[in-house]
C-alpha cells in the first residue's frame, strides 16, 4: 500500500483493531500502528489473564457453597499456565494475522503525530517511515497505571496491574494500595491462589466507592471472611524497598508500618499520551484527547483526528473502547465518501449514562446506569427498589449461604429504569439483561411482561417490579 492510506490507526488494541475493520468494511484502506503486542493491553496484561487468574478462586468458593462438594487445593502452577496460554504466551502472531486479514497494514514500531495527517513511526530496528492519512488518523494507545507521588513508591518498583497479572510466582504477604476493581479483583485472586496475608489500603471510606453502598459492604464481608484485611481511610506515606525484589515497607499515617513480599498500586490509569507527537498539532503533550459524540478530537483544524478507547477518557473500559471504535470507523467512511453527517452519536447511549461493568470477584458485582445517588444528583425524580438475592429459589439452588442483594432506580416520570446493580456469586450474566432495560428505557408496564424462567436467579427481575408495586 506503500505509506500513504485512507486511515492511520495509532495503536493495535481492542479499540484500534475495531476502528481499523470498520473503516476496511466502509471501503477505506488502513493501516495500524503498534509498539508493543497487537491486542493491547486488555489481551495479554488485564482482563483477559485477570480472569483467568479469577476463575479457579471464583470455583473454589462455589463448591464450597454446594453440600457434598469440595475441592483440593488449587494448583497454582497449572493455573498460571493456563494463564500464559490464555495470552498465548504473548506472542501477537494471530493477531497481527488478524489485522492483515482485515485486511489492514500491521506497522511494527512506535507512532506519534508529526503535523497533520501525518505519523511518524519508529521501528524496533531504529528505522523510521512517515505515513500519510487521507482522511483520518486515530489515536487508541489507551491508559496505563497511574502511581501517585507518594516518597519511595516509584523507586520501590511496585506492581501495576501489568505486572499483577503476569505473575510468575504468588507472593506469601500482598499489600495492595487502592480501593477499585482491580486493586479488589487482584487481592482476591492472589490471596486465593496462596497469599497468606493479603492488606488493602483505601484511602476513602469503603472499596468501589463509585458502586452502589450495598454492593461495597457484601464484598468486604467476603474479604473478611477470607481473612484479607481491607483498612479504610488509610494511605502510604513513604514506601521502602533498599533491595530490587526484596521486602518493601509501606509506612503509614499512624500505627506501625506494613511489611510485605509485594506491593501492588492499582490507584487509577492515566491516558498514554505522552510522547505521541499531540504538541505536533497544537494540543497538550499529555491528558485526554477531548472528543465530540463522534469520538472527533474537538481541538483539532479541518476534524481529521480522532480518539477512541481510554485515550479519550470518557468510558476506561474495553468493551466500551469497542463500541466507541465501532461508532468512530463507520463515521469516519461515511464522511470519507461525503455521505449525510447526521449519523449515530454516542449521545444519550450507554457511553454518557453509566456504562455496563463487572467486578469478577466472589460475589461478583456488576451494574449499568447511574447508582441512586448519581440519578438523584442528575436531578431524575428517582425511586429505588432493592430485593434480597439469596431469597430468590434460583439463588438458593446454587449453594448454601447464598449472600447477594438487587437493586433498580427508577425514574418515576417516565417509570423507565435508570440504573440496575447486582451483588452475588454469578450474577455477571444478569448484566446484559439490565443494560438493555437501561439502554432501551424499557417502560416497567412492558418490562413486566418479559417473564423470567423459574428457577433462575434472573427471577430477582420479577421480584424488582414486585417491590416497586407492578
Known amino acids: 500500500m506503500g505509506d500513504e492510506f485512507d486511515v492511520i490507526v495509532v495503536g493495535a488494541g481492542p479499540a484500534g483493531e475495531n476502528v481499523a475493520d470498520r473503516v476496511v468494511r466502509g471501503g477505506l484502506t488502513a493501516a495500524v500502528v503498534e509498539p508493543r503486542l497487537a491486542g493491547g493491553e486488555c489481551s495479554y496484561w488485564a482482563c483477559v489473564p485477570s480472569k483467568a487468574l479469577l476463575r479457579p478462586v471464583d470455583l473454589v468458593a462455589e463448591a464450597g457453597r454446594v453440600p457434598g462438594l469440595s475441592m483440593g487445593p488449587v494448583d497454582v502452577g497449572a493455573v498460571l499456565a493456563r494463564r500464559d496460554e490464555a495470552v498465548s504466551h504473548y506472542d ?29 513511526v519508529s521501528a524496533p530496528d531504529g528505522s523510521e517511515r512517515v505515513l500519510t492519512a487521507r482522511h483520518a488518523v486515530v489515536l487508541a494507545t489507551g491508559s ?9 513508591l516509584r523507586e520501590a518498583a511496585p506492581w501495576t496491574s501489568h505486572e499483577v497479572t503476569a505473575a510468575t510466582s504468588v507472593p506469601e504477604r500482598l499489600t495492595v494500595i487502592g480501593g477499585g476493581v ?79 513480599d509485594e506491593l501492588l498500586v492499582a490507584t487509577g490509569r492515566v491516558p498514554a499520551t505522552i510522547g505521541i507527537g499531540l504538541e505536533t498539532i497544537g494540543l497538550p503533550g499529555k491528558g485526554t484527547v477531548e472528543v465530540d459524540d463522534s469520538m472527533r478530537a474537538t481541538a483539532v483544524e479541518d476534524g481529521w483526528l480522532y480518539a477512541v478507547g481510554d485515550v479519550n477518557g470518557r468510558a476506561l ?62 436531578g431524575f425524580q428517582v425511586r429505588a427498589v432493592e430485593y434480597d438475592l439469596g431469597s430468590v429459589t434460583g439463588a438458593y439452588l446454587l449453594g448454601d449461604g447464598y449472600r447477594g442483594r438487587a437493586k433498580m432506580v427508577v425514574d418515576e416520570e417516565r417509570r423507565v429504569p435508570l440504573g440496575v446493580t447486582f451483588a452475588g456469586p454469578g450474577v455477571a450474566e444478569l448484566l446484559h439483561s439490565a443494560t438493555i432495560a437501561v439502554t432501551g428505557e424499557v417502560p416497567l408496564d412492558r418490562l413486566w411482561h418479559a417473564v423470567p424462567a423459574f428457577p433462575t436467579v434472573s427471577e430477582v427481575w420479577l421480584r424488582l417490579l414486585e417491590a416497586y408495586g407492578l
Open 144 to 152: 496505563t497505571a497511574a502511581v501517585p507521588p507518594v516518597p519511595g
Open 92 to 120: 501477537d502472531a494471530g493477531q497481527v494475522r488478524w489485522v492483515e486479514g482485515v485486511p489492514a497494514e500491521f506497522v511494527r514500531g512506535r507512532g506519534r503525530l508529526d503535523g497533520a495527517r501525518r505519523v511518524r
Open 182 to 260: 482491580v486493586a479488589c479483583e487482584m487481592a482476591q485472586a492472589m490471596h486465593g491462589l496462596g497469599a497468606r496475608q493479603t492488606t488493602v489500603l483505601v484511602r476513602g471510606d469503603r472499596l468501589l466507592d463509585r458502586m452502589e453502598p450495598f454492593a461495597s459492604e457484601l464484598l468486604a464481608e467476603s474479604f473478611a471472611d477470607a481473612g484479607i484485611e481491607v483498612r479504610t481511610h488509610t494511605e502510604a506515606v513513604r514506601v521502602e524497598r533498599p533491595e530490587p525484589g526484596g521486602k518493601v515497607t509501606v509506612h503509614l499515617p499512624d500505627g506501625p508500618p506494613i511489611e510485605s
Open 317 to 378: 473500559l474495553t468493551h466500551m473502547g469497542k463500541y466507541q471504535a465501532r461508532l468512530c470507523g463507520d463515521v469516519i467512511a461515511a464522511r470519507a465518501k461525503g455521505e449525510r453527517d447526521d449519523l449515530p452519536s454516542l449521545r444519550d447511549t450507554a457511553d454518557a449514562y453509566g456504562p455496563p461493568q463487572v467486578v469478577f470477584t466472589d460475589p461478583q458485582i456488576c451494574a449499568v446506569g447511574r447508582t441512586e445517588a448519581a440519578a438523584r444528583a442528575a
